[in-house]
């Protein structure tokens, strides 16, 4: 299903008065909720093609764009669940393709230097099977490789008011970090992290048909201007070792992945 996402810079200092005026009109994720800090960290490996074209598709504002990634969450060994996931942006509307495996599958994915065949995964659903062919077909035909993992803790709302067919969604997105070039191992690492933004939080406003009319006021109090906001981008340009306007030598993209079978 489409949904959109509307984003906004929001100074930390805002934080608790955000709350509590999300409050009446939300609830705290279940998921969230049952972490001893009332957040969880999410971790994503972007894929680039060897021209860095998902990160100039986005920071020139081409409206059809695409982005490719592995995400899992907090900490994990192999028998946790991540998602290969595709996010296609058409005009305004997201369409999101997620595969649900384990770890250990998606690190069977990418051995040896290589994309090894989808037959590697066993016990996987129809859709993830389905899902995993549409993410490998983005990597093999246009030689996409892992360029940045980024991280950050998430606290997230849903309306009070169930509005099944709009599905809102309002997260808060903290202290974000990354690491270039990582390996598909490194997804659960802490090493080489580099604190990407400062003094600022990201608010996203996910839904399917209605912007909620109570964050109308909200944002007006903050003083919010919507603007994009890409994680991926910002990630990027903070990187020191990451030239978005160079090109990747194709050649050497095995030394990204995994290189010994464990």
Not at 9 to 38: C, G, H, I, W
Not at 75 to 84: A, N, Q, R, Y
Not at 86 to 96: R, T
């Amino acid at each position: 299903m489409l949904r959109y996402e509307f984003k906004y810079y929001v100074p930390e200092n805002k934080l608790e008065l955000l709350r509590k005026m999300l409050r009446p009109f939300t609830y705290l994720d279940a998921f969230a909720d049952s972490q001893p800090k009332k957040e969880y960290t999410v971790r994503s490996i972007y894929f680039d093609t060897p021209d860095f074209e998902c990160y100039h598709t986005k920071v020139e504002g081409i409206k059809n764009r695409l982005k490719v990634r592995l995400r899992g969450y907090n900490t994990g060994d192999e028998k946790s669940t991540v998602f290969l996931e595709l996010k296609k942006k058409y005009e305004n509307p997201l369409l999101k393709q997620r595969a649900k495996i384990t770890y250990k599958q998606a690190k069977k994915l990418f051995l040896n230097g290589e994309i090894n065949n989808i037959n590697v995964l066993e016990d996987v659903s129809e859709q993830a099977r389905e899902n995993t062919s549409r993410f490998y077909y983005q990597l093999l035909s246009r030689k996409m490789r892992p360029v940045v993992l980024v991280v950050y803790e998430r606290e997230p709302y849903l309306g009070l008011v169930d509005i099944p067919e709009n599905k809102l969604r309002i997260t808060i997105d903290k202290n974000l970090r990354s690491t270039a070039y990582p390996k598909i191992k490194e997804l659960y690492t802490n090493e080489r992290v580099v604190s990407v933004m400062r003094n600022h939080f990201i608010l996203e406003i996910k839904y399917n048909k209605r912007f909620p009319a109570f964050m109308r006021p909200v944002i007006q109090t903050l003083g919010l201007k919507k603007e994009p906001a890409s994680k991926y981008c910002l990630s990027i340009d903070r990187q020191n070792r990451i030239d978005p306007y160079s090109r990747f030598d194709t050649f050497t993209f095995g030394r990204f992945f995994d290189s010994r079978r464990k």
